[in-house]
């Protein structure tokens, strides 16, 4: 018997560290697994009397002392300095998406799994993907499936991932599974980078305006009061230009107590987003925006139809399906039409009578799952819906972007022009005064 020294982690993700006796390097992993442990490295730990130094020769001569024996576990093991995972954040979509596409066309070209998994590990630079793939080849190699490993690290492989692979692995089809992880992936991930692409001039223009603002307040408008002290006599101002002067002296006095309050009102918001009734008033009202309402409506149906499409195609079961895909919606409006769909098949009835309910679904896209139930083929049909509103997301992306720009220019049109003429209206009343006096 020998013994081995193992780093492992438990159900929660968590590090431990200890030692086993064990036969040999398999039946060491099998006894750590015993202990509801995934070891994601392991060696052997060598004893003091292989390490002793050897006898003397004949003559009285020493022989050379060999060099100290660290243990096999130092060679699986390197030690290196790592950021908090608190600090860390979560691996990049591209990193998991990259990784799942290469594993499907090795597999796909007749390569092992675990063969294909220590190909990638040499070339994964991401050192928290890295770390994964090293436990997940561990378990493996002691007998656990791949889903199986996949389970331990939730922050990485999520419920949809894990529960396709599975779905692969009962089938046979593993490498098409991968496949279509790794096309949905890619293009949610698309569709994600679009609403963002859209929103980030919007945001820039607006940013842009109020500081624009915040400086002809507090830096310009202030010496052209001054100005008009001097030459005007306390006479009275224009209107509009006596607003902008009451409007620069409140910024002025005032601005810690404005900017205090902005962060109070977005703490406060953050504070009512995490609670239930608030995060549903928030996820109704992104549905319900004039102009980012219905970008967001297009983008909802298409990763409701593609995730459940997806799942369907690769034989996990419907009710199954319904869940995760109830879980990783993002929006708890479509989170409660999903479980009413959810509660209606397990009931043994139509999708399609919840759906309908839910004004988030236009009824096109019932018609066509009303279709697809029908005819036995739901998933193809979901496919096609998930790829006809994504094309949607790309118009309602346009039509969005060419309606919020042209607003935000005039916006900020408006407001500067104002400062503008409201600083020259006096001047005119001063030019008139001088000219008079020197007539």
Known sequence: MATFQYIAKDSSGNEQRGTVEAGDRNSAIAAVRAQGLLPTALGEVKSAASSAPKPKAKGGAATAKPKAKTGALNKDIKINIKMPKFLQGRIKTKVLTQFTRQLATLVNAGLPLMRGIEVLKRQMKDPR??????GISENIAGGGTFSESLTAYPKI????????VKAGEAGGVLEVVLGRLAEFAEKSEKIKNKVKG????PIVVLVAAIG?????????????????NDMLGGAALPGVTQFVINASEFVQHNGLQIFLAIVALVVILKIVGKTEKGA????????????????AQRSAVSKFTRTLGTLLASGVPILQSLTITRDTTGNRVLTDAIQNVHDSVKEGESMTQPL???KVFPPMVVSMVEVGEETGALADMLT????????????????????IEPALIIVLAVVVGTIVIAMFLPMVKIIGSVSGAGA
């Open 384 to 403: 096609r819906i998930a790829n006809t509103y994504d094309d949607e997301v790309d118009n309602a992306v346009a039509g969005m972007t060419a309606a």
């Open 212 to 228: 624009i603002t915040a400086f002809l307040l507090v830096a310009v408008i202030p010496k052209f009061q001054q100005v008009f």
């Open 198 to 201: 859209a929103m980030i001039y």
């Open 280 to 295: 549903y008033f928030f996820d109704v009202l992104k549905l319900k925006m004039p102009v980012t309402g219905t970008l």
């Open 129 to 134: 993907m890295l770390e994964a793939l090293t």
């Open 356 to 358: 309908s309910q839910c």
């Open 157 to 164: 492989f999520d419920n949809l991932y894990v529960n396709m």
